[in-house]
């Protein structure tokens, strides 16, 4: 099951690739949320190589997911593949300059059923298919927007 969107913001590249590469704000905000999150690698910056291990609650269980770094093309594009016993999968993140002050945001996220009780909760998602890509889109869309007013409150 593949969700995908794409959204342009009122901000340079280099800004928005600063926004959705600060692996240590989303590490935070994922504590925030409840989840366990800790770092398996040891590099000291930003590359190819980055393993998160995060557990946290859904449905009344503890899952754990694995979450790699795979492909780091600082600006441009950077690639996370997710494992865990049940299910797998990727993200793809691509950032395109439009202009000097504006750029576009790709996002790709894809999940792959490794069990068959997977398989069936993935069956199911796609029946609903049609509102979570919509909830999806405007989750994107709020954090691109939170990304312009970002922006536009550094530059005054």
């Known amino acids: 099951m593949i969700f995908t969107t794409k ?16 692996f240590d704000r989303f ?3 994922a504590l ?9 690698d040891r590099l000291q910056q930003p590359g190819l190589g980055m393993m ?6 859904m449905r009344g269980k503890r899952r754990e997911i694995q979450i790699e770094l795979t492909e780091y093309d600082p ?8 494992r865990s016993p049940n299910i797998g999968g990727h993200m793809i993140v691509d950032l395109v300059a439009l202009s000097r002050l504006r750029t576009r945001l790709g996002l790709e996220i894809e999940l792959k059923p490794l069990t068959l009780s997977t398989r069936l909760l993935v069956q199911s998602m796609k029946l609903a298919k049609g509102s979570l890509n919509k909830r999806f889109k405007v989750r994107v869309a709020e954090y691109a927007k939170a990304t ?9």
């Open 52 to 57: 998160w291990h995060i557990a946290f609650q």
């Open 7 to 22: 959204e342009d913001i009122e901000a340079p590249l280099e800004h928005v690739f600063g926004v959705v590469s600060d």
């Open 148 to 156: 312009e007013d970002n922006y536009k409150s550094r530059m005054g």
């Open 32 to 40: 925030r949320r409840g989840a366990e999150v800790s770092r398996m």
């Open 75 to 82: 600006s441009n594009r950077m690639v996370f593949e997710s």
């Open 27 to 29: 590490e935070r905000l």
